[in-house]
T-cell receptor, first 116, second 119 residues
Framework: DARVTQTPRHKVTEMGQEVTMRCQPILGHNTVFWYRQTMMQGLELLAYFRNRAPLDDSGMPKDRFSAEMPDATLATLKIQPSEPRDSAVYFC??????????????FGPGTRLTVT | AQKVTQAQTEISVVEKEDVTLDCVYETRDTTYYLFWYKQPPSGELVFLIRRNSFDEQNEISGRYSWNFQKSTSSFNFTITASQVVDSAVYFCALSGGPGLYNQGGKLIFGQGTELSVKP
């Protein structure tokens, strides 16, 4: 049963520290998404990649967030420096967006980030 | 602009009752996709169903059924004979068409409906 994996599952850090979250998408999926969930904003897209190329990162605060996909089995989301308002659950999802069809996305368990 | 509205913030029912979760969407795309996801108390997001804009057939899967109506831009979800295990937050989501550069696929989520099923 293929699943998206995310590490760490929980992270507590102090303001100003660097945070790196990792995601392993389902093998064979060509699109990887990063979403953030907060009580106030709900679920919102931060960035996504297709065939490892970034397609849209307009949802990310550019000055402190960066997303990369160094290879097909790893996506990373980095926050530097972190701030208390970044506290949220960060989800990675992967899907197979073949041609012009949008298929379902499968979500990882999330990384719960707390910035104090 | 694309938007998904789930007007019901919280719903509480007693076990075995039927319950319908409403979802209304806005999009200018002619090709689009609609989804429902379940988020149980454990926090993960579980895919339930995907529909494309050209397929208005209703779908039934066990106790779950979905009613897609383009005329009212709605994609409602009904749970028949609800059970305590159905307690969760349910999200409706919209994905636009591929776009000029095949950049489609990102999900626009509604705010979610928290369903509580009491024994």
């Amino acid at each position: 049963d293929a699943r998206v994996t995310q590490t760490p599952r929980h992270k507590v850090t102090e303001m100003g520290q660097e945070v790196t979250m990792r995601c392993q998408p389902i093998l064979g999926h060509n699109t990887v998404f990063w979403y953030r969930q907060t009580m106030m904003q709900g679920l919102e897209l931060l960035a996504y990649f297709r065939n490892r190329a970034p397609l849209d990162d307009s949802g990310m605060p550019k000055d402190r967030f960066s997303a990369e996909m160094p290879d097909a089995t790893l996506a990373t989301l980095k926050i530097q420096p972190s701030e208390p308002r970044d506290s949220a659950v960060y989800f990675c999802a992967s899907g197979d967006q073949s041609g012009t069809v949008s298929y379902e996305q499968y979500f990882g368990p999330g990384t719960r980030l707390t910035v104090t | 602009a694309q938007k998904v509205t789930q007007a019901q913030t919280e719903i509480s029912v007693v076990e075995k009752e039927d319950v319908t979760l409403d979802c209304v969407y806005e999009t200018r795309d002619t090709t689009y996709y609609l989804f429902w996801y379940k988020q149980p108390p454990s926090g993960e997001l579980v895919f339930l169903i995907r529909r494309n804009s050209f397929d208005e057939q209703n779908e039934i899967s066990g106790r779950y059924s979905w009613n897609f109506q383009k005329s009212t831009s709605s994609f409602n979800f009904t749970i028949t004979a609800s059970q305590v295990v159905d307690s969760a937050v349910y999200f409706c989501a919209l994905s636009g068409g591929p776009g000029l550069y095949n950049q489609g696929g990102k999900l626009i989520f509604g705010q979610g409906t928290e369903l509580s099923v009491k024994p």
